[in-house]
């Protein structure tokens, strides 16, 4: 038998209150998806040990309890991140518009080595709700944000739906790639 090296990978859920980050957590971890979750008090983590390029990957899910209204998270919460997934909601265009701050927020609190380097992914989540769609699909608006908004650089964008459970594996596949190629 081989005993291979198991890696954990520390992802960070960022974006406005309501996006859908704990849906999309819960969607990836659990297959499930509530209308309305409890936010809890501190910072919390879900596992899912998953393979990626013959490679067993544990990803560490960090999800914000409701405080990123409100306050900042604390060093805890970013201390160590491998990656970080910024998230906005199709139906609601200040959620877009938000993820250079979240972005520059992560930056500064995390103090990651190589900022230009680090991996960040972008989800925009409910596309399901075709009929309320605020932010069309690849448009030149989301692709000039993700250039000027990003320092010319271009992360991955997912579009997911944490309700029907549309594209949100695939999203954390290529982050926790992304963090691989990292190490
Ligand atoms: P968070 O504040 O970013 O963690 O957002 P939540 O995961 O708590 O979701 C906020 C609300 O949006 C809840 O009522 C969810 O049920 C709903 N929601 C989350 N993801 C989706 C989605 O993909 N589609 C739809 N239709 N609703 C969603
Ligand atoms: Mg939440």
Not at 23 to 52: P, R
Not at 129 to 148: D, F, G, V
């Amino acid at each position: 038998m081989t005993l291979r090296k198991k890696t954990l990978l520390k992802v960070i859920i960022l974006g406005d209150s309501g996006v859908g980050k704990t849906s999309l957590m819960q969607q990836f971890v659990n297959n499930k998806f509530l209308h309305q979750y409890k936010a809890t008090i501190g910072a919390d983590f879900l596992t899912k040990e998953i393979t990626v390029d013959n490679k067993v990957v544990t990803l560490q899910i960090w999800d914000t309890a409701g405080q990123e209204r409100f306050q900042s998270l604390g060093v805890a919460f970013y201390r160590g991140a491998d990656c970080c997934v910024l998230c906005y909601d199709v139906t609601n265009e200040k959620s877009l518009n938000n993820l250079t701050s979240w972005k520059d927020e992560f930056l500064v609190q995390s103090n990651v080595a190589n900022p230009q380097d680090f991996p960040f992914i972008i989800i925009g989540n409910k596309i399901d709700i075709e009929e309320s769609r605020k932010i069309p699909s690849l448009s030149k608006k989301l692709n000039n944000i993700t250039n000027q908004g990003f320092g010319g650089l271009n992360y991955p964008v997912f579009e997911t739906s944490a309700k029907d459970s549309i594209n949100v594996e695939a999203a954390f596949e290529v982050i926790a790639k992304m963090a691989l190629q990292q190490e």
